[in-house]
């Protein structure tokens, strides 16, 4: 690696994680969600209109990001594929604002949301996986496959802490920073930016297995004192 590509990624790496908390802190003003709210629901109430259902939209989404993934991006078309996701993935907004206004939302539309999202995840990360694979970038690939296996046992752990009466509401990296980290550093990579997409790659893999390691530690400092006391 040279020195100016190194730290031009490092640079781009930056600016993104700036970014990212730059649109974490705009979707939590009041004022954003009203904008965002006010461009979701004219396409929400048409969509009511023709009788389309929330859930049949994130149906929709799922598999178009699924097909996006699989012939874009395991192709290596990095940019067509990283629109092609970002558009799919405005059904996961459009839906909750159906649902909304249908008077819809509850635990099977949560349920059904965060279980289509594992599918979209796997899509995405397991096509970047196979191309890397094909393209002799094993160092990549196995990053890939790391991230892949540790967001969805973050995902996991959860579920299951929340099954046994505990809760895992902590992490570094959860799924909205892993998918703005990985489409990010993709459509970076498409364009031509060198080593952006192997070091996003990697720290995903590692901050994601850090995320793990951390959430079990916080779920055994609740579930500890219960298995003394018993």
Known sequence: MREVDRSQALRLMHCLARADGSIHAMLNNPKARKAVSGLLDPPAKLLLRLRISP????????????????????????????????VFALADLLDGAMARMKGTSGPWGNFLDASLDRVADGAIFGS??????????????????????????????????????AEANVGIVE????????????????????????????????????????????????????????
């Open 55 to 86: 859930d049949a939209v994130t149906v929709v989404g799922t598999l178009g990001a699924v097909a996006v993934s699989v012939v874009f991006l395991a192709q290596g078309s990095f940019v067509l594929g990283v629109i092609g996701v970002v």
């Open 128 to 165: 970047v996986a196979f191309w890397a694979a094909t393209s002799g970038e094993m160092w990549l690939a196995a990053g890939t496959l790391i991230a892949l296996v540790a967001g969805q046992v973050t995902s996991y752990t959860k579920a299951r802490a929340e099954a046994v009466g």
């Open 175 to 230: 799924r909205a920073e892993r998918l703005i980290a990985i489409l990010a550093a993709l459509f970076l990579s498409g364009v031509g930016v060198p080593w952006v997409l192997d070091i996003v790659v990697w720290a995903l893999a590692i901050l994601g297995l850090a995320t793990v390691v951390q959430r079990m530690v916080h779920v055994r400092k609740q579930l500890k004192p219960r298995s003394d006391n018993s």
